[in-house]
Nanobody, 124 residues
């Protein structure tokens, strides 16, 4: 079992920045990759970014490239999502997830464990 806890969300003005954190505990050694997803009201959950835990290789959704940066601290078992130049359309609940999969990391069903989510609200 892997437990994931997100933090760092909040209310931010457009153009601002946030750093989200995801603390992992439990059998983290079995997780090959972790990802960030988001879900806006009335919309499906969508992929934001993913990182392979050992190699550090990163994947991004086209819509966030250049503004979002995913990273991890292996020693702390923590993953981060640095978000800059926030836009109102970035408003969503942001979830972190962990998986033992090594491919198709943008697909929600590939993930075995999910956090409870953290709300990000961007005002215009």
């Amino acid at each position: 079992q892997v437990q994931l806890v997100e933090s760092g969300g909040g209310l931010v003005q457009a153009g601002g920045s946030l750093r989200l954190s995801c603390a992992a505990s439990g059998r983290t050694a079995s997780s090959y990759a972790m990802g960030w997803f988001r879900q806006a009201p009335g919309k499906e959950r969508e992929f934001v970014a993913a990182i392979e835990w050992r190699s550090g290789y990163r994947y991004y959704a086209d819509s966030v490239k250049g503004r979002f940066t995913i990273s991890r601290d292996n020693a702390k078992n923590t993953m981060y999502l640095q978000i800059t130049s926030l836009k109102p359309e970035d408003t969503a609940v942001y979830y972190c997830a962990a998986t033992t999969a090594t491919s198709l990391l943008a697909v929600t069903t590939r993930y075995d464990y999910w956090g409870q989510g953290t709300q990000v609200t961007v005002s215009s």
